[in-house]
T-cell receptor
Framework: GIQVEQSPPDLILQEGANSTLRCNFSDSVNNLQWFHQNPWGQLINLFYIPSGTKQNGRLSATTVATERYSLLYISSSQTTDSGVYFCAVEGSSNTGKLIFGQGTTLQVKP | GAGVSQSPSNKVTEKGKDVELRCDPISGHTALYWYRQSLGQGLEFLIYFQGNSAPDKSGLPSDRFSAERTGGSVSTLTIQRTQQEDSAVYLC????????????FGPGTRLLVL
């Protein structure tokens, strides 16, 4: 099945710094979502981005489907950005189910 | 509008007991998914319901796990004869349609099997 790899596994930033999280996937995808899991465990949708670029405030994401990767950019990080960021993909066989990466754990220090 | 809701929030049970976990999807969403998040396995797919189609059960780890969806809305995940390795957070998600749609997740049920 499709493999999803995220990097880096852990990231520590000082408040105000910028960061880039990467998601590589092993096959064509129909769906790619970025999530933020907050300290209470809730998965919060950030982007639905199977291709192209989107921006939402300090966050933006780019997916280059032909090269099988996606990037999540966090600018001017805040302590509330801390948590685990997951990339999840749905393969091109239209199964509906999401395959998750192992996540990037981000800690933003004040 | 209301998001995906799940109950109970937390469940502690003894090994060998049966448990039922409930999911209420977002109103109007035809697709419903169950996932499990555990320390050793990360986030993994369990089962997917789409409209009146037969569910995709390919992620269920054993025949002790089953799920149903009544009236195209509420879903119940049942684990029979629970084992300690079933301890995990069980997450439910829903989407407007099936494939290629944004999935919205509930807060999860934290299951601890003693």
């Amino acid at each position: 099945g499709i493999q999803v790899e995220q990097s880096p596994p852990d990231l520590i930033l000082q408040e105000g710094a910028n960061s880039t999280l990467r998601c590589n996937f092993s096959d064509s995808v129909n769906n790619l979502q970025w999530f933020h899991q907050n300290p209470w465990g809730q998965l919060i949708n950030l982007f639905y981005i199977p291709s192209g670029t989107k921006q939402n405030g300090r966050l933006s994401a780019t997916t280059v489907a032909t090269e099988r990767y996606s990037l999540l950019y966090i600018s001017s990080s805040q302590t509330t950005d801390s948590g685990v960021y997951f990339c999840a993909v749905e393969g091109s066989s239209n199964t509906g189910k999401l395959i998750f990466g192992q996540g990037t754990t981000l800690q933003v220090k004040p | 509008g209301a998001g995906v809701s799940q109950s109970p929030s937390n469940k502690v049970t003894e090994k060998g007991k049966d448990v039922e976990l409930r999911c209420d999807p977002i109103s109007g969403h035809t697709a419903l998914y169950w996932y499990r998040q555990s320390l050793g396995q990360g986030l993994e797919f369990l089962i997917y319901f789409q409209g009146n189609s037969a569910p995709d059960k390919s992620g269920l780890p054993s025949d002790r796990f089953s799920a149903e969806r009544t009236g195209g809305s509420v879903s119940t995940l049942t684990i029979q004869r629970t084992q300690q390795e079933d301890s995990a957070v069980y997450l439910c998600a829903s989407s407007v349609g099936g494939s290629q749609e944004t999935q919205y997740f509930g807060p999860g049920t934290r299951l601890l099997v003693l």
